[in-house]
């Protein structure tokens, strides 16, 4: 069983940045590929970002590619979003997930545990 507790969203304005930290406990982060995912109001979940368990392989969906860094800290444990000039059309409730299949892809479906969420609201 692994816990993830999201932190670091928040009211910021168009072109401003912010950087999501998911903390893992319970298992060993380094054994799980992870992810990131966003859902707005009144929308499906969406994949984000994800990462290899050693961190070389990484995907983005193509909205944020350029603009978002999704990276991991195994000896802190700590799974982080880096969001650079972010866009109204980013304010979503933002997710961490891990994975302990071997293919985990970029469907929801893929990922075994999840973390309550964090609040990321872009002003215009």
């Known amino acids: 069983q692994v816990q993830l507790v999201e932190s670091g969203g928040g009211l910021v304005q168009a072109g401003d940045s912010l950087r999501l930290s998911c903390a893992a406990s319970?298992?060993?982060?380094?054994?799980?590929?992870m992810g990131w995912f966003r859902q707005a109001p009144g929308k499906e979940r969406e994949f984000v970002a994800r990462?290899?368990?050693?961190?070389?392989?990484?995907y983005y969906t193509e909205s944020v590619r350029g603009r978002f860094t999704i990276s991991r800290d195994n000896a802190k444990n700590t799974l982080y979003l880096q969001m650079n000039s972010l866009k109204p059309e980013d304010t979503a409730g933002y997710y961490c997930?891990?994975?302990?299949?071997?293919?985990?892809?970029?469907?929801?479906?893929?990922?075994?545990?999840w973390g309550q969420g964090t609040q990321v609201t872009v002003s215009s």
């Open positions: 997930a891990a994975s302990g299949k071997l293919s985990y892809g970029s469907d929801p479906l893929g990922y075994d545990y």
């Open positions: 319970g298992r060993t982060l380094s054994n799980y590929a």
């Open positions: 990462i290899s368990r050693s961190g070389l392989t990484k």
